[in-house]
């Protein structure tokens, strides 16, 4: 079946603009993250989605950074005012749902890169 | 100290040879683990995951995993070209998250035909 989706597969833009990244998780699945993954940085977890519970923001790294899922599916990460160090490759992720063995299968990724 | 740790390498192995790649955590009560694969350029892809200490074989691949030393590691055995990829360690736990995968940075793997 389809896995996880993403688009743009990589976004320019200036510094000081929005952009939004967009997540279609694997059908069926019920818990979606978001990960972002920097030069030397590693991968780092920003946020996550179970149901219709309340979000797990505590990766945020700024309240610049926000994110919705609409429907229990399609997600969407929005990184208001960008800075040069929002540069990354903005990774999500789906599982059936979320729970300490499940798991996570990414999808190709958003290279976001910030002028 | 960080949370989950690996040698970032490069590790270079010859092609049909063993290349065996360890991570360490520092969280005692971590509970799952997992091993991704990730190709330059490409999202990761998922290897391995183990709960239980001891081993666990899949095909070439075989994951070990001992809680009292708070280590896990990943052997590849008759390694091939299309191994050489960066092999990322990630770990869930009540400390860390029982959702969220915390990873270590990676480690690069060449294998030399």
């Given at each position: 079946?389809a ?16 952009v939004?990244?967009?997540c ?14 920097s ?8 946020i ?22 609409t ?35 990414f ?9 | ?78 390694s ?23 990873f ?10």
């Amino acid at each position: 079946g389809a896995g996880v989706s993403q688009s743009p597969s990589n976004k320019v833009t200036e510094k000081g603009k929005d952009v939004e990244l967009r997540c279609d998780p694997i059908s069926g699945h019920t818990a979606l993250y978001w990960y972002r993954q920097s030069l030397g940085q590693g991968l780092e977890f920003l946020i996550y989605f179970q149901g219709n519970s309340a979000p797990d923001k505590s990766g945020l790294p700024s309240d610049r950074f926000s994110a919705e899922r609409t429907g229990g599916s399609v997600s969407t990460l929005t990184i208001q005012r960008t800075q040069q160090e929002d540069s990354a490759v903005y990774l999500c992720a789906s599982s059936l749902v979320a729970g300490v063995a499940d798991t996570q299968y990414f999808g190709p990724g958003t290279r976001l890169t910030v002028l | 100290q960080k949370e989950v740790e690996q040698n970032s390498g490069p590790l270079s192995v010859p092609e049909g040879a063993i290349a065996s790649l360890n991570c360490t955590y520092s969280d005692r009560v971590s509970q799952s683990f997992f091993w991704y694969r990730q190709y330059s350029g490409k999202s990761p892809e998922l290897i391995m995951s183990i709960y239980s200490n001891g081993d666990k074989e899949d095909g070439r691949f075989t994951a070990q995993l001992n809680k009292a030393s708070q280590y896990v590691s990943l052997l590849i055995r008759d390694s091939q070209p299309s191994d050489s990829a960066t092999y990322l360690c990630a770990v869930k736990g009540p400390s860390l998250g029982n959702e969220k995968l915390t990873f270590g940075t990676g480690t690069r793997l060449t294998i030399i035909p």
